[in-house]
Nanobody
Framework: QVQPVESGGAFVQAGGSLRLSCKIF????????LGWYRQAPEKEREGVSC????????KYDDSVKGRFTISRDNAEKTLYLQMNSLQPEDTAMYYC???????????????????WGQGTQVTVSS
């Protein structure tokens, strides 16, 4: 069974940094694109960033461009999200998942119908 497992979330002050990690068990890791999504209380899940199977193509939501960096290590079967200059509006539960096809703006706008993990909580105080 495919199981994403996210880690690295924490409580930080505005302006701080975090690095999230994700392992997806039960998946042929480098066959898929990967993405980070987040969901704040009483809001819909939204796309943050995605990366194609070999890391050559990435996309970011406008709200995180220039602050967040997505990367993947296929040898370690791990996805990362480096988050810098964190702001209170970044507070959310962060999830990783996988998908067929390209990493695209549409993929960020439409979360894939795949397996989701428990997420990792990021809380940014002002």
């Amino acid at each position: 069974q495919v199981q994403p497992v996210e880690s690295g979330g924490a409580f930080v002050q505005a302006g701080g940094s975090l690095r999230l990690s994700c392992k997806i068990f039960g998946l042929t890791f480098d066959d898929y694109g990967l993405g980070w999504y987040r969901q704040a209380p009483e809001k819909e899940r939204e796309g943050v960033s995605c990366i194609n199977w070999n890391g050559a193509s990435t996309k970011y939501d406008d709200s995180v461009k220039g602050r967040f960096t997505i990367s993947r290590d296929n040898a370690e079967k791990t996805l990362y999200l480096q988050m810098n200059s964190l702001q209170p509006e970044d507070t959310a539960m962060y999830y990783c998942t996988y998908f067929f096809g390209p990493c695209s703006t549409e993929r960020l706008q439409r979360p894939p119908q795949t397996h989701w993990g428990q997420g990792t909580q990021v809380t940014v105080s002002s």
